[in-house]
């Protein structure tokens, strides 16, 4: 053990020795490395900040929650013309659904609408999202407050003039007063403020709910009636859990074709889109990105690899005459293979850090500048050394077993 603690030394010392005296041409051996253990490591970091958010985005809501609409989430085998004759699902197929469904947890009307400005006396924020929804949305996509609550049942059924307020248009709106009990203009109406939420940060689904609001959907459908363009509904549905979730599909479609009195061969004329198949296919992409950031950056290794390897050989050669003075003293074929690995090994992990170096100094500096954390996390800085250690061993190799196999006499005859 103790060998090996001082053959580790030694290369420490031997590595360190040519990046003083032979600068420019360990770096330029090194940027290779370097570059490549930045492009990977970035990626890396990268796509698994996006899938950090993207998981923390959807972390309120049960991955069984069915969007029941008139569009699909995703691809579709049913022709687009055919798809634009769907008629919109209903608050009275809500209220069924609500009535006879089995296995149902909670189920809400909620109408996707435009966006629209919001005013307070003279302050107004421009192009916020407006939420209309019914009482139950609060148990199917978990909201925080910082202030106040949402409405309840009584509130959503008669359509009050009640509305929830993200914390950028609290702050658009009122800036440091206190927004609980105002009245604010939307729509040409006036709406009393019941609560504040929580700062979010950007969304990387739809909009962020720091510049939405949310208000009965009641009080929408009276003002502008069911069928206006400007509106958008959808069933939101969350089984109970555990449930059979193509079973609890199965007997949606039933009872919904049953009401809408499809016949037998008739399509569905509505989609059911499950926020898992969506989950799905975002981990699918994530998984592609990861694998063609891994393509590319191999390329960088590849030649970070090559740029080791020209380092140890000329090591070698520089060194011939203290090799032979090893083996004439005593030191064995493996010493020598160690001492030059262990050096490869190091030169390419001091490149490997360095390139993780600048991960996360512009990791810090997009965190700064962007509405989004860049997170360098433990597991790719384990990665990234790793690699670094793997590429050194590998460019390492050949260099390592030339030297090891020098004839000592030869070794001391050409330093002289």
Not at 182 to 207: A, C, N, W
Not at 324 to 351: H, P, T, W, Y
Not at 385 to 406: C, D, N, R, V
Request: glycine share 8%.
């Amino acid at each position: 053990m103790l060998l090996y603690l001082r053959l580790l030394k030694e290369s420490l010392s031997f590595a360190l020795n040519a990046l003083r005296n032979n600068k420019l041409r360990t770096l330029l051996s090194l940027l290779g490395v370097t570059i490549g253990i930045f492009s990977i490591i970035a990626v890396l970091a990268a796509v698994d900040s996006m899938d950090r958010k993207i998981k923390n985005d959807l972390s309120g809501l049960d991955k069984n929650t069915i969007y029941l609409m008139r569009f699909s989430f995703g691809p579709s085998e049913v022709p687009q013309w055919k798809r634009e004759q769907f008629p919109d699902v209903t608050y009275e197929e809500f209220d069924y659904l609500k009535r006879s469904l089995n296995d149902l947890d909670k189920i809400s009307f909620n109408l996707f609408t435009r966006k629209e400005n919001i005013k307070y006396e003279s302050n107004t924020v421009s192009s916020i999202n407006v939420t209309p929804c019914t009482n139950e949305f609060i148990d199917i996509e978990k909201l925080k407050f910082a202030q106040g609550r949402f409405f309840n049942e009584a509130e959503s059924n008669s359509g009050s003039p009640v509305i929830i307020i993200g914390s950028e248009v609290a702050t658009g709106l009122f800036g440091t007063m206190d927004p609980m009990g105002k009245k604010i203009r939307l729509y040409g109406q006036r709406f009393t403020v019941i609560g504040v939420l929580d700062k979010e940060g950007s969304s990387t689904f739809g909009p962020s709910r720091d510049v939405s609001v949310f208000l009965p959907v009641n009080f929408l459908r009276r003002l502008y009636g069911d069928n206006s363009d400007m509106l958008t509904p959808a069933i939101l549905i969350k089984p109970v859990k555990g449930v059979d979730i193509e079973a609890f599909k199965g007997e949606l479609i039933q009872k919904l074709r049953t009401f809408r009195g499809l016949k037998t061969g008739d399509i569905n004329n509505f989609f059911i889109n499950v926020l898992s198949g969506f989950t799905d296919l975002i981990d699918n992409i994530v998984g592609q990105m990861n694998v063609v950031g891994w393509i590319i950056s191999g390329f960088s290794l590849l030649v970070g690899g090559f740029g080791i390897a020209n380092i140890m050989f000329v090591s070698v050669k520089e060194r011939t005459n203290l090799i032979g003075i090893q083996k004439a003293l005593g030191a064995k074929n493996r010493f020598i293979l160690f001492q030059f690995l262990f050096e490869a090994v190091i030169l390419s992990v001091i490149g490997g850090l360095v390139g993780m170096f600048l991960v996360w100094i512009i990791a810090l500096v997009l965190s700064k500048v962007l509405d989004f954390e860049f997170v360098l996390g433990f597991w790719n800085i384990i990665i990234g050394t790793s690699l670094a250690a793997f590429i050194g061993l590998i460019s390492g190799i050949i260099p390592a077993i030339s030297a090891s196999k020098l004839d000592p006499v030869e070794a001391i005859r050409s330093g002289m």
